[in-house]
C-alpha cells in the first residue's frame, strides 16, 4: 500500500456543486475538499468537468455512504466496484466510509443504520473492510456512527469495537467530534472519556459539523444533521483531541441549508488556528492509502 502526505494547511471542507464556479476563480486558503462518490458515479457530465479541475488544484478524499460494511452478506460489490474506478481516476488522499450498514437483501435505506458490537459483527466487519481494501489497494477509514437510543445486546463498547477493527483489519479512524457529542448527550455518556478510550495513533481524520436539537418523550434529543456551525462544545473536543494526538486532517462537514463558501471558509479558519495553537507534537507524516 502506498503512501501519500498529509494536505497542508491540514483543513478541509464538503465539495458543494454550487461553489464550483467559485472555487475553480479563486486561490482559497484550505488544504483539500472531501466529497461524497456517489454523486460523481455517472461517466461525464457537468459534475466531472468542474471536480477534474478541482482536482489539479486541491487534494481530495472521498467520503462514502453506500459500501454497506455493516451487514451480514458483506458490502455491495456492484458499488464497490463503481467505486474502484473512481478511485483510480481521481486517487484521493483518503476513502473513509461508516461503522454502518445502509442497504439489505436488494433494499436500500435513505439512512446509516446501526449495529450491535458483538464478536460476530466484528469478524463480519473485519471481512468487509478487508475485502474493499483489497480491491482498492489501499487503507480506508471507518467513521463513528450517530446513534439516538442504546442499542442492547453489544457486548462491547463502541471504543473497543473501533480499535479492535483498526488492529485487525489495518483501517484508519475517521473520528466524527459531533458524533460523539450527539451519542453522549442521546446515550448519557462522557465525551471525553470516549475520546481517552480511542487510539488516536489510528485517527487520520477528524469531521467537525453541526446538529439540532429536538424533543422526545421530554427529553432533549440531538440529530446529526450537518446543516449548521460547529457548537463551542464539539470545538472544546477537537481542543482535548488535538492535545493529545497533534494534527489531525479535519474537514468541515456541511450538508444540508448549505451557506455560502465563505462561511464555511470561516469555519475552516476557526479549525486551522485550534491546530497552530497546539504545542508542536511529533505528527503523522504520511498515510497508508
Known amino acids: 500500500m502506498k503512501s501519500m502526505s498529509f494536505p497542508d494547511p491540514a483543513v478541509g471542507v464538503s465539495?458543494?456543486?454550487?461553489?464550483?464556479?467559485?472555487?475553480?476563480?479563486?486561490?482559497?486558503?484550505?488544504?483539500?475538499?472531501?466529497?461524497?462518490?456517489?454523486?460523481?458515479?455517472?461517466?461525464?457530465?457537468?459534475?466531472?468537468?468542474?471536480?477534474?479541475?478541482?482536482?489539479?488544484?486541491?487534494?481530495?478524499?472521498?467520503?462514502?455512504?453506500?459500501?454497506?460494511?455493516?451487514?451480514?452478506?458483506?458490502p455491495d460489490l456492484a458499488y464497490l466496484e463503481r467505486l474502484a474506478q473512481l478511485v483510480k481516476r481521481y486517487e484521493p488522499f483518503q476513502v473513509s466510509d461508516h461503522l454502518a450498514w445502509t442497504s439489505s437483501g436488494g433494499i436500500f435505506f435513505n439512512d446509516l443504520l446501526p449495529l450491535l458490537y458483538t464478536s460476530a459483527s466484528l469478524n463480519s466487519f473485519?471481512?468487509?473492510?478487508?475485502?474493499?481494501?483489497?480491491?482498492?489497494?489501499?487503507?480506508?477509514?471507518?467513521?463513528?456512527?450517530?446513534?439516538?437510543?442504546?442499542?442492547?445486546?453489544?457486548?462491547?463498547?463502541?471504543?473497543?469495537?473501533?480499535?479492535?477493527?483498526?488492529?485487525?483489519?489495518?483501517?484508519?479512524?475517521?473520528?466524527?467530534?459531533?458524533?460523539?457529542?450527539?451519542?453522549?448527550?442521546?446515550?448519557?455518556f462522557d465525551a471525553k472519556s470516549y475520546l481517552e478510550a480511542i487510539d488516536l495513533s489510528r485517527v487520520d481524520e477528524v469531521h467537525l459539523a453541526g446538529h439540532t436539537e429536538s424533543e422526545w418523550n421530554g427529553s432533549r434529543v440531538l440529530i446529526d444533521d450537518h446543516g449548521s456551525e460547529v457548537c463551542s462544545e464539539v470545538w472544546a473536543l477537537y481542543a482535548?483531541?488535538?492535545?493529545?494526538?497533534?494534527?489531525?486532517?479535519?474537514?468541515?462537514?456541511?450538508?444540508?441549508?448549505?451557506?455560502?463558501l465563505d462561511r464555511l471558509l470561516d469555519e475552516a479558519a476557526k479549525a486551522q488556528a485550534c491546530i497552530d495553537a497546539i504545542e508542536p507534537k511529533a505528527a503523522k507524516h504520511a498515510i497508508a492509502v
Open 15 to 74: 465539495l458543494k456543486s454550487q461553489h464550483y464556479d467559485e472555487i475553480l476563480k479563486r486561490d482559497l486558503p484550505i488544504g483539500w475538499f472531501e466529497l461524497h462518490p456517489e454523486n460523481y458515479m455517472n461517466a461525464g457530465g457537468e459534475n466531472h468537468r468542474a471536480l477534474s479541475q478541482i482536482a489539479e488544484r486541491y487534494p481530495l478524499s472521498f467520503h462514502s455512504v453506500g459500501l454497506s460494511l455493516g451487514r451480514a452478506e458483506g
Open 126 to 188: 473485519c471481512n468487509s473492510v478487508d475485502l474493499v481494501q483489497n480491491r482498492l489497494g489501499r487503507r480506508i477509514l471507518i467513521e463513528n456512527p450517530t446513534q439516538y437510543s442504546p442499542l442492547g445486546e453489544s457486548d462491547r463498547d463502541e471504543t473497543e469495537f473501533l480499535n479492535e477493527l483498526a488492529r485487525r483489519s489495518g483501517c484508519g479512524l475517521l473520528l466524527d467530534l459531533n458524533n460523539i457529542y450527539i451519542c453522549a448527550n442521546n446515550l448519557d
Open 240 to 260: 482535548d483531541l488535538l492535545s493529545c494526538s497533534g494534527p489531525v486532517p479535519t474537514l468541515i462537514e456541511w450538508d444540508t441549508d448549505v451557506p455560502a
